[in-house]
Protein backbone atom coordinates (compact mmCIF):
# COMPACT_ATOMS: atom_id res chain seq x y z
CA UNK A 1 0.00 0.00 0.00
CA UNK A 2 0.77 3.78 -0.11
CA UNK A 3 3.42 4.35 2.45
CA UNK A 4 2.16 8.24 2.91
CA UNK A 5 -1.55 9.07 2.78
CA UNK A 6 -2.92 12.77 3.09
CA UNK A 7 -6.07 13.88 3.21
CA UNK A 8 -8.32 15.94 2.43
CA UNK A 9 -7.62 15.60 -1.38
CA UNK A 10 -8.63 19.30 -1.22
CA UNK A 11 -10.13 21.68 1.21
CA UNK A 12 -11.57 25.06 0.74
CA UNK A 13 -11.97 27.76 3.46
CA UNK A 14 -12.93 31.17 4.52
CA UNK A 15 -10.88 33.57 4.77
CA UNK A 16 -9.78 33.55 9.00
CA UNK A 17 -11.21 29.20 9.30
CA UNK A 18 -8.79 27.38 10.62
CA UNK A 19 -7.46 24.74 8.45
CA UNK A 20 -6.44 20.47 9.48
CA UNK A 21 -4.24 18.71 7.09
CA UNK A 22 -3.39 15.12 7.69
CA UNK A 23 -0.33 12.77 6.65
CA UNK A 24 -0.63 9.06 7.70
CA UNK A 25 2.60 7.19 6.79
CA UNK A 26 3.60 3.60 7.06
CA UNK A 27 6.69 3.00 9.24
CA UNK A 28 9.07 2.46 6.66
CA UNK A 29 8.39 6.26 6.02
CA UNK A 30 9.54 8.10 8.78
CA UNK A 31 11.10 11.81 9.61
CA UNK A 32 8.55 13.45 8.73
CA UNK A 33 8.72 16.77 6.95
CA UNK A 34 5.96 18.94 5.45
CA UNK A 35 5.94 21.29 2.70
CA UNK A 36 4.18 23.73 0.85
CA UNK A 37 4.14 24.55 -2.38
CA UNK A 38 3.19 27.55 -3.67
CA UNK A 39 1.09 28.09 -7.15
CA UNK A 40 4.17 28.91 -9.06
CA UNK A 41 6.35 25.55 -8.06
CA UNK A 42 8.29 26.84 -5.37
CA UNK A 43 8.38 23.87 -2.51
CA UNK A 44 9.46 25.71 0.73
CA UNK A 45 10.16 23.75 3.74
CA UNK A 46 7.30 24.35 6.74
CA UNK A 47 8.76 21.52 9.46
CA UNK A 48 10.81 18.44 9.91
CA UNK A 49 8.72 17.06 12.94
CA UNK A 50 9.30 13.17 13.28
CA UNK A 51 7.68 13.38 16.59
CA UNK A 52 5.90 15.71 18.88
CA UNK A 53 4.27 19.34 18.49
CA UNK A 54 6.19 22.09 16.54
CA UNK A 55 5.02 25.91 15.50
CA UNK A 56 5.99 28.29 13.32
CA UNK A 57 3.66 31.34 13.49
CA UNK A 58 0.11 30.30 12.54
CA UNK A 59 1.56 26.64 11.77
CA UNK A 60 1.12 23.96 13.94
CA UNK A 61 2.70 20.15 12.79
CA UNK A 62 1.64 17.63 15.62
CA UNK A 63 3.27 14.02 14.95
CA UNK A 64 2.22 10.89 16.79
CA UNK A 65 5.12 8.59 16.17
CA UNK A 66 3.53 5.36 17.68
CA UNK A 67 0.01 6.00 15.58
CA UNK A 68 1.90 6.89 12.37
CA UNK A 69 -0.04 10.33 11.99
CA UNK A 70 0.40 13.98 11.73
CA UNK A 71 -0.92 16.91 11.24
CA UNK A 72 -0.93 20.30 10.18
CA UNK A 73 -2.57 22.98 11.26
CA UNK A 74 -3.12 26.71 9.86
CA UNK A 75 -4.81 28.74 12.13
CA UNK A 76 -6.91 32.27 10.93
CA UNK A 77 -6.45 31.38 7.26
CA UNK A 78 -5.38 34.40 5.26
CA UNK A 79 -5.67 33.87 1.22
CA UNK A 80 -2.15 33.98 0.56
CA UNK A 81 -2.07 30.30 2.56
CA UNK A 82 -3.65 28.81 -0.79
CA UNK A 83 -1.80 26.53 -2.30
CA UNK A 84 -0.75 22.68 -2.01
CA UNK A 85 0.78 21.33 1.32
CA UNK A 86 2.94 18.11 1.22
CA UNK A 87 4.11 16.03 3.85
CA UNK A 88 7.19 13.90 2.93
CA UNK A 89 8.26 10.58 4.97
CA UNK A 90 12.00 9.20 4.66
CA UNK A 91 12.88 5.73 3.69
CA UNK A 92 16.45 4.83 2.90
CA UNK A 93 17.36 8.58 2.42
CA UNK A 94 14.47 9.00 -0.47
CA UNK A 95 11.68 11.07 0.20
CA UNK A 96 8.60 9.12 0.19
CA UNK A 97 5.66 11.62 -0.71
CA UNK A 98 1.78 12.00 0.05
CA UNK A 99 -0.42 13.17 -2.90
CA UNK A 100 -1.18 16.48 -1.57
CA UNK A 101 -3.52 18.77 -0.08
CA UNK A 102 -4.92 21.29 -2.40
CA UNK A 103 -5.92 24.42 -0.24
CA UNK A 104 -8.33 27.18 -1.46
CA UNK A 105 -8.75 30.51 1.22
CA UNK A 106 -11.72 32.31 -0.43
CA UNK A 107 -11.64 35.82 0.55
CA UNK B 1 19.27 30.03 6.44
CA UNK B 2 18.74 27.18 4.36
CA UNK B 3 18.16 28.30 0.54
CA UNK B 4 18.35 26.37 -3.12
CA UNK B 5 18.51 28.25 -5.87
CA UNK B 6 17.58 26.60 -9.37
CA UNK B 7 18.09 27.75 -12.47
CA UNK B 8 16.85 28.10 -15.32
CA UNK B 9 13.14 28.01 -13.91
CA UNK B 10 10.96 27.70 -17.05
CA UNK B 11 12.76 26.26 -20.28
CA UNK B 12 11.05 25.37 -23.37
CA UNK B 13 13.31 23.55 -25.49
CA UNK B 14 12.18 21.85 -29.15
CA UNK B 15 11.56 18.02 -29.25
CA UNK B 16 15.05 16.35 -29.35
CA UNK B 17 17.09 19.14 -27.76
CA UNK B 18 18.71 19.12 -24.71
CA UNK B 19 18.11 21.17 -21.60
CA UNK B 20 20.37 21.51 -18.72
CA UNK B 21 19.32 22.48 -15.64
CA UNK B 22 21.68 23.61 -12.15
CA UNK B 23 21.17 23.34 -8.35
CA UNK B 24 22.63 25.65 -5.50
CA UNK B 25 22.96 25.27 -2.05
CA UNK B 26 23.53 28.58 -0.29
CA UNK B 27 24.31 29.10 3.11
CA UNK B 28 24.95 25.21 3.83
CA UNK B 29 26.50 21.54 2.44
CA UNK B 30 24.16 19.33 0.92
CA UNK B 31 25.57 16.05 2.24
CA UNK B 32 22.92 14.62 -0.44
CA UNK B 33 21.01 16.00 -3.43
CA UNK B 34 17.60 14.72 -5.05
CA UNK B 35 16.50 15.38 -8.36
CA UNK B 36 12.79 14.80 -8.79
CA UNK B 37 10.35 15.25 -11.43
CA UNK B 38 6.22 16.49 -10.62
CA UNK B 39 4.50 16.03 -12.62
CA UNK B 40 0.96 18.35 -14.12
CA UNK B 41 -0.77 15.76 -11.93
CA UNK B 42 1.44 17.05 -8.98
CA UNK B 43 2.91 13.42 -8.10
CA UNK B 44 6.35 13.24 -8.03
CA UNK B 45 9.22 10.95 -9.23
CA UNK B 46 12.45 10.36 -7.97
CA UNK B 47 14.85 10.71 -10.70
CA UNK B 48 18.20 9.82 -8.48
CA UNK B 49 19.98 10.37 -5.67
CA UNK B 50 23.35 12.35 -5.72
CA UNK B 51 25.67 12.06 -3.20
CA UNK B 52 29.44 14.16 -3.48
CA UNK B 53 32.29 11.17 -3.66
CA UNK B 54 29.89 8.26 -4.30
CA UNK B 55 27.80 7.02 -7.52
CA UNK B 56 25.06 8.70 -8.46
CA UNK B 57 21.60 6.36 -7.83
CA UNK B 58 19.27 6.35 -10.32
CA UNK B 59 15.87 5.51 -10.03
CA UNK B 60 14.36 2.98 -12.09
CA UNK B 61 12.76 4.29 -15.31
CA UNK B 62 15.29 6.97 -15.55
CA UNK B 63 18.95 6.57 -16.92
CA UNK B 64 22.53 8.35 -16.94
CA UNK B 65 22.20 8.17 -20.44
CA UNK B 66 19.14 9.96 -20.75
CA UNK B 67 19.73 12.13 -17.58
CA UNK B 68 23.27 13.09 -16.70
CA UNK B 69 23.96 14.45 -13.32
CA UNK B 70 27.08 16.59 -12.50
CA UNK B 71 27.70 16.49 -8.61
CA UNK B 72 30.98 18.30 -8.12
CA UNK B 73 30.87 19.69 -4.57
CA UNK B 74 28.77 19.92 -1.81
CA UNK B 75 26.63 23.33 -2.75
CA UNK B 76 26.38 22.33 -6.75
CA UNK B 77 24.45 20.17 -8.76
CA UNK B 78 23.53 19.86 -12.17
CA UNK B 79 21.20 17.83 -14.36
CA UNK B 80 20.83 17.52 -18.60
CA UNK B 81 17.62 16.48 -20.34
CA UNK B 82 18.95 15.05 -23.01
CA UNK B 83 17.13 14.39 -26.36
CA UNK B 84 13.66 16.26 -24.89
CA UNK B 85 10.14 15.03 -25.69
CA UNK B 86 6.62 15.46 -24.46
CA UNK B 87 6.70 12.88 -22.06
CA UNK B 88 9.60 14.35 -19.98
CA UNK B 89 7.57 18.05 -19.33
CA UNK B 90 7.11 18.51 -16.37
CA UNK B 91 8.63 20.03 -12.64
CA UNK B 92 12.24 19.24 -12.14
CA UNK B 93 13.34 20.05 -8.70
CA UNK B 94 15.94 19.63 -7.01
CA UNK B 95 15.93 18.49 -3.03
CA UNK B 96 19.15 19.60 -1.16
CA UNK B 97 19.53 17.85 2.30
CA UNK B 98 20.80 19.33 5.08
CA UNK B 99 20.99 17.27 8.28
CA UNK B 100 17.46 15.58 8.51
CA UNK B 101 15.90 18.13 6.13
CA UNK B 102 15.33 18.63 2.60
CA UNK B 103 15.44 21.92 1.21
CA UNK B 104 13.95 23.06 -2.37
CA UNK B 105 14.26 26.21 -4.92
CA UNK B 106 11.68 27.19 -7.24
CA UNK B 107 12.27 23.98 -9.45
CA UNK B 108 12.44 24.17 -13.12
CA UNK B 109 9.69 23.96 -15.43
CA UNK B 110 10.25 22.38 -18.86
CA UNK B 111 7.77 22.38 -21.66
CA UNK B 112 8.62 20.55 -24.72
CA UNK B 113 7.24 21.57 -28.28
Known amino acids: GQQVQQSPASLVLQEGENAELQCNFS?????LQWFYQHPGGRLVSLFY?????KHTGRLTSTTVTNERRSSLHISSSQTTDSGTYFC?????????WGSGTKLIIKP | GALVYQYPRRTICKSGTSMRMECQAVGFQATSVAWYRQSPQKTFELIALSTVNSAIKYEQNFTQEKFPISHPNLSFSSMTVLNAYLEDRGLYLC?????????FGHGTKLSVL
Open chain 1, 49 to 53: NPSGT
Open chain 2, 95 to 103: GARRAERLF
Open chain 1, 27 to 31: STATR
Open chain 1, 88 to 96: GGDSNYQLI
